[in-house]
């Protein structure tokens, strides 16, 4: 893989350092994930206490409102930690810094930005 980058006129990513980035994002993930189940069930649990009726509650609407809100970026973040897997994954079978659509190397400073990327910039701004 290293001669596929330099040949690119890229420098290989430091596959330590490149692990270390996606652990460190996939431990931040987790927490996120954490605190995220621990608000929406504190929301859940706030609602069993109360009779709500939406309609005619003046807060049924705001807290179910929060309730989405909460589920969809938990969502959002068990999605990310999916990638974070799957670009550790490419990372072990050594196919990690290739675009999964042309298959060019994804520049460094993309993934060091995006360390689960698997598209390079050209081929996720055509998706779009």
Request: include cysteine.
């Amino acid at each position: 893989m290293t001669d596929q980058w330099t040949d690119a006129g890229f420098a290989a990513p430091q596959g330590g350092s490149m692990r270390a980035l996606l652990e460190a994002d996939r431990a931040g993930t987790l927490q996120q994930i954490s605190a995220l189940s621990r608000e929406f069930d504190g929301i859940v649990e706030a609602n069993a206490l109360v009779a709500i009726d939406d309609e005619h509650d003046p807060e049924g609407a705001s807290t179910a409102f929060e309730r989405a809100h909460v589920a969809a970026l938990l969502s959002q973040a068990r999605e990310h930690l999916d990638d974070l897997d799957r670009a550790l994954e490419r990372l072990e079978r050594g196919d990690y810094g290739r675009c999964e659509q042309c298959g060019e190397p994804i520049p460094p400073e993309r993934l060091e930005v995006r360390p689960a990327a698997k598209t390079c910039v050209r081929c996720a701004s055509a998706a779009r």
